[in-house]
């Protein structure tokens, strides 16, 4: 097995970038989900699930900037490192409250809630952010960044081409991975595979296991375009509920690095281990 895939969500629910390669730290991948989208007047973080919109947006990484781009639109840019002058807001991402986020300022606001049609703001991860894993698989020491959940969400591109099979026999389109939006594909494995395993090493990374990802309806939106289909959800509904969970349609396993520091680069093996 092996990596062939590794992408970077810089900002949380815009578009992606695929990279090749990716320094890792205590919140994981460097460069992503180190900013998010919140509303203006309660700091709740904003995602494609209420605005599919969002997928319109362009994300780069400049070695000092994070660039937004949209059609039509002029684009903008904002420093990436931490600003101690920076105004604080007090955010929210799921049962994660209270969490300190520097303010990226006024003009980045305006384009965002311009384009988005909504008040909002771009905050971004600073020195005063921590932000605990809450998952049940979490240790002593697990952070996140501004993901849902874990810092890493892995696919393999078995489990992809299993679901892509089903589409196109019921007249359906394939779907492209970034879909799913995963950090981490995989491939060498069976399908659903990474259902399985408990740990596994990338590189010189340990990443654990955090149990598997709920998808929702960000898989029916197209990561170009923005509009929004049933599927995958309806077929994925009719095989991968979770049994002690109906309501929950799984697709891809969340991962928690053990190892703190290190790099990935698409190539690198990918071993089980106990």
Same mark, same amino acid.
């Given at each position: 097995?092996?990596? @062939?895939?590794? *992408?970077? +969500?810089?900002?949380?629910?815009?578009?992606?970038?695929?990279?090749? $390669?990716?320094?890792?730290?205590?919140?994981?991948?460097?460069? #992503?989900?180190? +900013?998010?989208?919140?509303? %203006?007047?309660?700091?709740?973080?904003?995602?494609?699930?209420?605005?599919?919109? /969002?997928?319109?947006?362009?994300?780069?990484?400049?070695? $000092?900037?994070?660039?937004?781009?949209?059609?039509?639109?002029? *684009?903008?840019?904002?420093?990436?490192? @931490?600003? &101690?002058?920076?105004?604080?807001?007090?955010?929210?991402?799921?049962?994660?409250?209270?969490?300190?986020?520097? #303010?990226?300022?006024?003009?980045?606001? $305006?384009?965002?809630?311009? +384009?988005?049609?909504?008040?909002?703001?771009?905050? !971004?991860?600073?020195?005063?952010?921590?932000?605990?894993?809450?998952?049940?698989?979490?240790?002593?020491?697990?952070?996140?960044? +501004?993901?849902? @959940?874990?810092?890493?969400?892995?696919?393999?591109? *078995?489990?992809?081409?299993?679901?892509?099979?089903?589409?196109?026999?019921?007249?359906?389109?394939?779907?492209? /991975?970034?879909?799913?939006?995963?950090?981490?594909?995989?491939?060498?494995?069976? *399908?659903?595979? %990474? #259902?399985?395993?408990?740990?596994?090493?990338?590189?010189?990374?340990?990443?654990?296991?955090?149990?598997?990802?709920?998808?929702?309806?960000?898989?029916?939106? #197209?990561?170009?375009?923005?509009? !929004?289909?049933?599927? &995958?959800?309806?077929?994925?509904?009719?095989?991968?509920? %979770? &049994?002690?969970?109906?309501?929950?349609?799984?697709?891809?396993?969340?991962?928690?690095?053990?190892?703190?520091?290190?790099?990935?680069?698409?190539?690198?093996?990918? %071993?089980?281990?106990?």
């Amino acid at each position: 097995m092996h990596l @062939s895939g590794l *992408a970077v +969500f810089p900002v949380k629910s815009l578009r992606g970038c695929a990279v090749q $390669a990716a320094e890792v730290d205590d919140l994981g991948v460097i460069g #992503d989900r180190r +900013f998010l989208v919140v509303e %203006e007047a309660t700091g709740r973080f904003l995602t494609q699930r209420t605005l599919p919109r /969002m997928a319109q947006i362009t994300t780069g990484l400049g070695p $000092a900037t994070l660039m937004l781009s949209a059609e039509g639109r002029k *684009a903008i840019s904002v420093p990436r490192a @931490s600003d &101690p002058a920076a105004p604080l807001r007090s955010v929210t991402i799921w049962k994660s409250e209270g969490l300190l986020a520097e #303010d990226a300022g006024d003009a980045v606001a $305006a384009w965002l809630s311009d +384009f988005l049609a909504l008040k909002c703001r771009l905050v !971004r991860i600073g020195g005063k952010f921590s932000r605990p894993v809450l998952k049940a698989a979490a240790g002593p020491g697990d952070r996140v960044n +501004f993901a849902d @959940s874990c810092p890493f969400m892995a696919v393999s591109e *078995a489990t992809l081409a299993e679901l892509n099979d089903r589409l196109v026999a019921q007249g359906e389109e394939a779907l492209p /991975m970034n879909r799913f939006r995963p950090n981490l594909v995989i491939a060498g494995c069976p *399908a659903f595979a %990474e #259902d399985t395993w408990p740990r596994i090493r990338i590189g010189n990374l340990v990443l654990r296991s955090a149990g598997p990802c709920s998808r929702c309806v960000v898989t029916t939106t #197209d990561q170009l375009t923005g509009e !929004r289909g049933k599927e &995958p959800m309806r077929t994925l509904a009719t095989y991968r509920r %979770e &049994p002690t969970e109906p309501t929950d349609v799984n697709f891809g396993q969340n991962f928690i690095h053990e190892t703190k520091r290190g790099m990935l680069r698409v190539g690198d093996p990918v %071993e089980l281990l106990a």
